[in-house]
């Protein structure tokens, strides 16, 4: 047994241990009675933690040890604040959990050699983008938002899956013409640039986010894809101008869009002053913030606070939740547990053994790292309010099975870096 895998072993143990803690505080305080049958759930989910600690023991040994204990963390805390606020979905959540459970093994048993999919980037770019545009045309419109496609009963979010493929897409295409792309041969107004056939990548992700503002009434994706694309951009060329016209692109079209489309000027008028209208447009954002400001230091206690005055609380606003009852201590303990994943995958990116690795694993840091801001910036009031949900934490479906996927390709990169490590 590696000692990487024994450190990873000590940090679920202790991890379990808060989720037993957590469903035995929630039920004390709500009920005064402490009946074995809820340790049920936690006992299931504890199992599939040990699914995934034994499947990294048998193909990714020698692994990143953090990434399993972060991201157990991240969902027990999500799953006990889904036990205190909506009881009735803590069975559903932990099947889709043990659903991402099966999607991480199977990634690591047939994607362990990830340089495999640099072969079939345009084959993702396709699907990526049908997935991503596909809201537009057959999408069903949730809280002014066109984000879900709906099956019978079943509905989907495919920009959670998208935003993978298009990761994959990204870093084979700028492994492929990153050092083209680096080269200054156009001068305009004293500022070196890339000939302008060059810029097409640049000007389509553009488009693309725009469509999904305009279209799909989406910021956060908006935001999410555009801000990749350009933090790829940069990994792969070291150009900041490349960031700067980013920037300077996608927020004219962001103000061009609040003067044409009255749903985008909403959405942001009720980011600069939602008392305006608090029992109207602007009460999600309102309910966020007094639950956030009312949670003080220590909080409330799990249980005793008033978190489900907030709509849609168990999906979009579930860090509202936690820092209601949980104050600025676990607060901030679970922004510390998503710096740790990044800082990890980053570390990881800056050590990998091939180019493809690298931006791969840049990439899947990067789209969880942005994920994770435009959200709780959404609740906080920092940015205008989103509707991505809070990686590991929310209750949702798409979102575990394509964060457990992005894990899984994060694991592999991991392993054949410390792999390549000790062989070199």
């Not at 990994?235 to 003067?259: D, E, H, P």
């Amino acid at each position: 047994m590696t000692s990487e895998r024994n450190q990873e072993f000590l940090g679920l143990f202790l991890v379990i241990t808060l989720l037993l803690f957590g469903f035995a505080l929630v039920t004390l305080t709500l009920t005064r009675e402490l009946p074995q049958e809820i340790f049920a759930l936690p006992g299931a989910l504890a199992a599939l933690f040990f699914f995934g600690h034994l499947a990294m023991r048998l193909w990714v040994p020698k692994s990143d040890p953090f990434f399993l204990p972060i991201v157990s963390c991240l969902i027990s805390l999500g799953l006990i604040m889904i036990y205190r606020l909506k009881p009735e979905l803590v069975l559903v959540q932990v099947l889709w959990i043990g659903v991402g459970t099966f999607a991480l093994i199977t990634t690591l048993m047939f994607f362990r050699n990830y340089n495999e999919l640099e072969n079939y980037k345009y084959i993702f770019a396709i699907f990526g983008l049908l997935l991503l545009l596909s809201p537009i045309f057959v999408g069903k419109e949730v809280h002014g938002a066109k984000l879900w496609l709906k099956f019978g009963s079943f509905s989907f979010q495919p920009s959670e899956v998208a935003k993978i493929l298009i990761v994959i897409f990204l870093a084979a295409y700028l492994k492929e013409k990153g050092e083209l792309l680096s080269l200054s041969r156009w001068k305009r107004w004293k500022i070196s640039l890339p000939e302008p056939k060059h810029w097409g990548p640049l000007l389509t992700m553009w488009l693309i986010s725009l469509a999904i503002l305009i279209f799909q009434k989406d910021l956060g994706s908006s935001l999410l894809f555009f801000g990749l694309f350009l933090g790829m951009l940069y990994i792969a060329t070291g150009r900041v101008t490349y960031v700067l016209i980013g920037l300077g692109l996608f927020l004219a079209g962001a103000a061009s869009c609040y003067y044409l489309f009255p749903h985008v000027a909403t959405r942001v008028d009720v980011w600069i002053d939602p008392w305006v209208d608090v029992a109207g447009r602007g009460y999600q954002i309102v309910q966020s913030l007094f639950a956030i400001s009312s949670g003080g230091l220590a909080g409330s206690g799990l249980g005793k606070g008033f978190p489900q005055t907030i709509p849609a609380v168990h999906t979009d606003f579930i860090f509202s939740a936690l820092a209601e009852e949980t104050g600025f201590f676990g607060a901030a303990g679970v922004i510390v547990l998503y710096l740790l994943l990044t800082y990890r995958g980053l570390r990881l990116s800056l050590s990998a053994s091939d180019g493809f690795g690298k931006l791969l694993a840049s990439g899947l840091t990067t789209v969880f790292g942005l994920q994770t801001l435009v959200i709780i910036g959404g609740v906080t009031k920092a940015i205008p309010l989103t509707g991505v949900t809070l990686p590991f934490m929310s209750y949702g479906g798409s979102s575990i099975l394509s964060n457990f996927i992005l894990l899984g390709l994060l694991l592999a990169v991991s392993q054949k870096t410390a792999a390549g490590g000790e062989s070199g």
